[in-house]
Structure formats: C-alpha cells, structure tokens
C-alpha cells in the first residue's frame, strides 16, 4: 500500500508534533543529567553509578538485537508498536508511584533500578518498531530532512522541558518527592504522545526479502554474511566501538562537574536547557547534511567536537567551560542523532531491520563494557587520565570513520 502526498504530509506532521510532546517529557527527565544526579546523591559510588547508567543504556539497546527477526516478520507491526508504547507509559508511571511513596531509599533505590530497566527496555522495542515504520513509511530521498526536521522539533521539546525542571527546582518539593512530579509529567507527555502516534496512517510495505519467514539459523547465517560482506557496515560499527569507549565519560561529566566544581541541582538546570538548546539549533543543519553527503561527514565533524570538548574540560575546567562542553557537546549529540538511523536505513535498504540488530548487536556489549570501564577508570586513575584516555579513542574512531573500503557488498 502507497501513501498518497497527503497521507505522508499528515504522517510527517503528526511525527513532528509527537517528537514535541514526547521529548518535552524526556527534557524533564534526561538520564545524563537528572536522573543520574538523583541516583547520585542516593549512592556515594562512581562504580556502581557506572553500572547502573551502563545497565540503563544497554536494556535500551538489547531490544533491538533479540527483537529483530520477530519485527522483520511481523505483518502487524504498527499494532505492536501501540501495544509497546502503552506499557512504555506504564512504567513511567510506575517509576513516578516508586519514588512517591516508598520511604526506605535502599528499597526505592532497588525499584526503582528495576523499573528503569523495564522502561527502557521497553523504550528499546519501541524504538525498533519506529525504524521499521519509518523505514517503509518516509521515501529515502526525504530521510535525511525528515530526521533533521524530526530532531529540531524534538530538541525544541527537549528544551522547553529543561526549563520546565526549573519550577520543580525553585519550589520547596522535598526529596525525592520532586523526582516523583517529573516522571508523572513524563507520563502524561507519553499519554499525549500515544494518542498522536493513533493518528498516524502507517504503512507496512516491506519487500519479499524482508517479509519472509525464515528459521534463527538462517537468520543469523545472513546477518553474518551482511557483516563480513558489506565492508562500509563493518567500518561503521568499528567505528562506533571506539566511540563508545571515549564518549563513555560524558554520561560522568555532570558527577565530575558536581565533585569538582561544586555544580548545583540548580545549574543543572541551566545545563540542560543549554544542551539541549545546542542539539535544536543545529538539527535542521545536519539533516541538510545528511541529505547531501555520507554518514562519515556528520560522524567526523560529531567526533571532533567530542575530542574538543575533553580538551577544553582538562585544561580550563570552570562552570563558563562546563556550560559551554555541554552546548557543544548538544550540537555533537545532534548530528549523531541524525545521522545514525538514516544511515543504517540507506545501508541495510530492504534489510533495514536485520543491519540494525547487527548494529544492536556490537553496540551493546561495547556500551556496558565502556560505561564499566570508565567508571573504573575515573575511580583508580583520576579525571585527567582518563580524559586523555577518552579522547585517544575518540580520535581513532575519527581515523576509522575516514578510512576509505571497498564499495557496499564487495569482499
């Protein structure tokens, strides 16, 4: 089935409205910022810190990597994706009931790390979903706008939710009671955001190839030979490894800011609004850039903003450089943003969901591995060695990203 043009400007619409609503919640509660200052201030312990981002960011990702011959089958997947995000504002609202009314912070602190990584587990299977329906929903020649776009509206949610921290801040809410209200919005942002996604025509048109049934060994056979084929895919995901393991010390920067500098809860309001006030200026940019050159443009110029970043915080740590890091760093988290999907969607074409579980696949282990790492890192070698560290393996993942393959599919 074929969208007619006004299906698909009704369909983009409503996809940029929903990025609005639902990332104004995600803006309230980002878990780089508020949600690992409440857990800090819970648990005295870089490691364990460590662990629990490291948890929270792979339940995200595992999804993606054992869903994906079930949504790659599955004729009905727009229902799937409804049924999904319906649990998704479940959990959010359990999290909120967590930490309104258990006392005892061990307890809390339990539940509430189990009911994170539901949610965010479920967040994982949504977002697996949303790429499927994207993929067979936007023409290609549009992806590239159509993600930018996506993302400003998003970032401008992200932002206007930053701000909105500030009143919960400003007002005498006790803790963790204050935690409690920001999920309950988040909740109610889910709620609105299920209802516009409702609205939306999906459009399941997947070709045979990527219909088919097929048995797990021949599933994972032709994910095999997807990855040590298609040499382009295989750089990307090297790349992304490296990555991984020198952009792991950011997810510690808003710790680091508070040990070091004495950050208050209150500039972390004013980080987040300037975060995410990078990511939206700079959205519309990278999707123009993403429609006219190659993932490793967007992923370069990304990396080195990372690497300039580090630097800035080794040799003028300060809350201006602190501010000013997180800014750029919103610009970076931007174009990658903008660039990853799309880039796996023109890479895997027809086979779109089966190169995102490769994807999935590498990018998990090396995610709980680096946020491990790091907190390890910070714990027995310090902050400066560790930002060197960082941006040694940022740089290599830039060395990568730039080193010229054969062409897709060729051994």
């Known amino acids: 089935m074929e969208l007619t043009k006004r299906e698909l400007r009704n369909n983009i619409t409503l996809r940029y409205i929903d990025a609005l609503v639902y990332r104004f919640g995600l803006g309230i509660v980002p878990l780089a910022t508020t949600v690992s200052f409440f857990i800090s201030k819970v648990i005295d312990s870089k490691i364990l810190l460590g662990i629990f981002i490291a948890l929270a960011t792979a339940a995200i990702h595992i999804p993606q990597v054992i869903m994906g011959k079930r949504v790659r ?16 504002v479940i959990s959010y609202f359990l999290l909120g009931i967590c930490i309104w009314y258990v006392n005892d912070y061990t307890t809390m602190v339990i539940l509430f790390y189990i009911l994170y990584m539901i949610n ?157 006030a990078g990511e939206a200026l700079f959205s519309i940019i990278w999707g123009y850039i993403n429609t006219y050159y190659e993932w490793e ?10 690497v300039v970043n580090l630097l800035l915080l080794l040799f003028f740590l300060n809350k201006t450089i602190v501010y000013i890091v997180y800014f750029l760093y919103g610009i970076a988290i931007s174009g990658i943003n903008a660039t990853q999907e799309k880039a796996i969607i023109d890479m895997g074409g027809k086979n779109k969901t ?14 709980v591995a680096s946020m491990i790492l790091m907190s390890v890192l910070l714990e027995f070698l310090g902050y400066t060695n560790s930002i060197i560290i960082s941006a040694v393996l940022i740089l290599l993942a830039v060395i990568i990203s730039v080193w010229p393959v054969k062409e897709k599919g060729e051994i």
Do not use: W
Not at 297 to 306: E, F, L, M, T
């Open 297 to 306: 443009y967007s992923y370069v110029i990304c990396r080195v903003i990372y």
């Open 120 to 276: 965010q587990f479920l967040r994982g299977i949504c977002i697996m979903h949303n790429v499927t329906l994207t993929g067979d929903m936007v023409p290609r020649g549009m992806l590239g706008k159509y993600y930018g776009y996506m993302n400003m509206f998003g970032n401008i949610g992200d932002v206007v939710g930053a701000v909105a921290i500030a009143y919960f801040i400003i007002n005498p809410f006790p803790f963790p009671k204050r935690y409690a209200f920001l999920f309950f919005i988040m909740t109610l942002c889910s709620v609105l955001s299920l209802a516009i996604i409702m609205k939306v025509k999906f459009v399941v048109n997947r070709e045979q190839s990527e219909h088919q049934h097929i048995s797990y060994k021949e599933y994972f056979n032709q994910m095999k030979k997807i990855f040590t084929h298609d040499k382009e895919f295989l750089k990307f995901n090297i790349s992304k490894i490296f990555a991984n393991f020198g952009t792991a010390i950011y997810a510690f920067l808003i710790i680091i800011a508070k040990d070091k500098i004495g950050i208050s809860l209150g500039e972390i309001v004013i980080i987040n609004i300037i975060m995410f």
């Open 354 to 367: 089966m190169y995102l579980a490769i994807f999935e696949m590498v990018v998990v282990p090396s995610l």
């Open 73 to 88: 089958e599955d004729e009905n997947v727009d229902k799937s994706y409804i049924f999904y995000l319906i649990l998704t």
